[in-house]
């Protein structure tokens, strides 16, 4: 049974009026593509899986933030301006020093290579890694230090089955202080170079006010070694120590050398624009200044780049146990930086018979839920701390005890597929994942297009007696269309989700006959309705139906209304198109 003949049985829906065999091969091109990435990235997944163990602990880090500043780069006087004022990440603890900025160490026309080198090279020449450690114990002008900063970093930072361990001991909540020593150890600093700082005109972007900038942020962790720290320890001053005893041990501080390693490095494009006011989409929007835009430019530069860090850097994935199944929740919140959709791997702790060992064994995979799902747990834990509602995406059944570990994605989904119908054809559709900023779950904006061959002689007639166009013969049309809207993730199962959606768009029709740049569109509205299956986590078969209705008379190129609706040059060339087709997710 052919393709048509399948969904014409399954659907009952008449015959399309589109040329089946030039779009059935676009169709059987793009799966065969979509199937070869599927067996790539999945062999290519087994070989992380066995080469990535997942750590059972999760202890909190700290981190400074240093910007790069080249004095002269148009516009970023105005972006430092605002860095001072941006909210420090909840997940980590803020190692910021005195000042924000350093000069670079380093020219534009420096290599990827040569920059990291001349970074580090700066950091410690400027002693930034003794300056953390000072930091860190509290170090004051006469050389004197103290353990309060990291009493009360241990204290925040228990969960609390940290806090119930320590009630069974004789120290009780002293020894949840003793718990801020180990964190010393996972110090980092974050180095962000900020460049090509564009307004929405700078940036050619018609109808948009704002700014753009591409972002690299640069990770570098404190190497806080035995040998550091039995050097550290010696230039601690006591109370009943001499003067001269006092100004050796500053001397012995002042020599140290605390030297970085380098951890990870990611860029990214950051945008903070919004539509004018005098634009349609723009009058329903609160109007927001340039000088407000650009403040969200400046959070997005540490926010974005964190997040693609978070990717690569283990110590900076939080994990934790799943404390109950129905709902999913787990004892994380704002004070571990969850946001809604973010993405967590749950594993399942097997003992292997063979190598006698423990290994985990990934059970599934769930997202945090809608914003007002996310605790706010950013206190010292008491053994009832609040938890966060988790909803699950694909896997087996979750148990309470596994563990689960923040695995952050891109937030991106590609479907590639075919559509069956009057509008139908060879098919392409992008999704953006949005709860992270807007804290609504499984909320998407996409953008799709598809490409399509019809005959309709009918139309020739239509066309001929409405343009300027010479007269046509071929009855062959070439159907481009494109357009966007809104979805919602509903989870049906937890490997099967229901997507409706709205949308708009527009769509154009060319014939071999018509001068070049030549066409004529029209608008269209369209509702429907996705299910998809996963075949992975991040790899479905996908399934559904739209409608398409044209709201507009076509037009030509040249701006000529033709005084028809579409689906009256193109007979019947409207109504409801099925859908099947492949999606991978990143």
Same mark, same amino acid.
């Given at each position: 049974m052919n393709l048509g003949n399948f969904y014409k049985f399954t659907f009952n829906i008449p015959k399309p009026n589109v040329n089946q065999n030039h779009n059935s091969l676009f169709m059987r091109k793009a799966l065969f593509f979509l199937l070869a990435c599927f067996v790539m990235y999945n062999s290519f997944a087994q070989d992380e899986n066995i080469k990535n163990k997942v750590p059972s602990t999760y202890d909190r880090s700290s981190l400074g933030i240093l910007f790069l500043n080249f004095e002269g780069e148009k516009n970023q006087n105005l972006l430092f301006e605002?860095?001072?004022?941006?909210?420090?990440?909840?997940?980590?603890?803020? @190692?910021?020093?005195?000042?924000?900025?350093? +000069?670079?160490?380093?020219?534009?026309?420096?290599?990827?290579?040569?920059?990291?080198?001349?970074?580090?090279?700066?950091?410690?020449?400027?002693?930034?890694?003794?300056?953390?450690?000072?930091?860190?114990?509290?170090?004051?002008?006469?050389?004197?230090?103290?353990?309060?900063?990291?009493?009360?970093?241990?204290? &925040?930072?228990?969960t609390d089955a940290d806090f119930i361990k320590a009630q069974t001991t004789k120290r009780g909540n002293a020894a949840l202080e003793d718990y801020g020593n180990r964190l010393v150890n996972l110090s980092y600093i974050l180095v962000i170079d900020v460049k090509d700082i564009k307004n929405a005109k700078e940036a050619s972007k018609t109808d948009l006010k704002g700014w753009q900038a591409n972002v690299t942020g640069h990770l570098f962790k404190v190497a806080f070694n035995d040998e550091i720290q039995n050097a550290f320890y010696d230039a601690w001053i006591y109370d009943d120590d001499t003067k001269a005893q006092k100004d050796e041990k500053i001397k012995k501080f002042e020599s140290l050398k605390v030297p970085f390693v380098a951890i990870s490095k990611a860029t990214v494009s950051v945008t903070a624009m919004q539509p004018e006011s005098t634009t349609n989409l723009g009058m329903f929007m609160k109007p927001k200044t340039e000088d407000q835009l650009m403040q969200e430019l400046a959070q997005k530069c540490i926010d974005d780049v964190i997040y693609r860090i978070e990717m690569n850097v283990e110590e900076f994935k939080v994990k934790t146990a799943i404390y109950d199944v129905r709902p999913l929740r787990a004892k994380i919140?704002?004070?571990?930086?969850?946001?809604?959709?973010?993405?967590?791997?749950?594993?399942?702790?097997?003992?292997?018979?063979k190598t006698?060992?423990?290994?985990?064994?990934?059970?599934?995979?769930?997202?945090?839920?809608?914003?007002?799902?996310?605790?706010?747990?950013?206190?010292?834990?008491?053994?009832?701390?609040?938890?966060?509602? &988790?909803?699950?995406?694909?896997?087996?059944?979750?148990?309470?005890?596994?563990?689960?570990?923040?695995q952050n994605d891109l937030g991106m989904e590609l479907s590639l597929g075919y559509e069956i119908g009057e509008v139908g054809g060879v098919y392409a559709r992008f999704d953006i994942r949005t709860g992270r900023f807007v804290g609504i779950r499984a909320l998407f904006i996409y953008v799709e297009g598809g490409l399509a061959l019809g005959e309709y002689p009918g139309a020739n007639s239509i066309i001929n007696s409405t343009t300027s166009?010479? +007269?046509?013969?071929?009855?062959?049309?070439?159907?481009?269309?494109?357009?966007?809207?809104?979805?919602?993730?509903?989870?049906?199962?937890?490997?099967?989700?229901?997507?409706?959606?709205?949308?708009?768009?527009?769509?154009?029709?060319?014939?071999?006959? &018509?001068?070049?740049?030549? @066409?004529?569109?029209?608008?269209?509205?369209?509702?429907g309705l996705n299910l998809a299956l996963n075949l992975k986590h991040n790899f479905q078969i996908i399934g559904g139906l739209g409608s398409y209705a044209f709201i507009s008379n076509a037009t030509s190129s040249t701006d000529e209304d033709l005084g028809k609706a579409w689906d009256e040059i193109f007979k019947e060339r409207s109504g409801l198109s099925y859908v099947v087709g492949l999606k991978v997710m990143f």
């Open positions: 605002k860095v001072k004022t941006v909210v420090f990440p909840d997940k980590y603890d803020n @190692n910021n020093l005195q000042s924000l900025l350093i +000069t670079p160490p380093y020219t534009r026309s420096a290599t990827p290579a040569d920059v990291q080198a001349a970074i580090l090279a700066h950091l410690e020449k400027e002693k930034i890694g003794l300056q953390t450690l000072a930091k860190w114990y509290s170090r004051k002008p006469d050389g004197s230090m103290s353990l309060e900063l990291i009493h009360e970093r241990g204290r &925040f930072s228990a919140g704002l004070k571990e930086g969850l946001k809604t959709d973010q993405r967590f791997f749950v594993y399942e702790y097997v003992y292997n018979e006698k060992q423990t290994i985990p064994k990934k059970r599934g995979v769930i997202r945090a839920g809608a914003k007002s799902k996310i605790v706010d747990n950013r206190k010292v834990a008491s053994g009832d701390m609040p938890t966060s509602k &988790f909803y699950q995406v694909a896997g087996r059944k979750i148990e309470q005890g596994f563990t689960l570990q923040q166009q010479p +007269t046509i013969s071929s009855s062959d049309y070439t159907f481009l269309r494109y357009g966007g809207g809104i979805a919602k993730g509903l989870q049906f199962t937890r490997n099967i989700e229901l997507r409706p959606y709205i949308g708009a768009g527009i769509e154009q029709a060319t014939n071999d006959d &018509f001068d070049d740049s030549y @066409n004529i569109s029209a608008l269209y509205i369209k509702p």
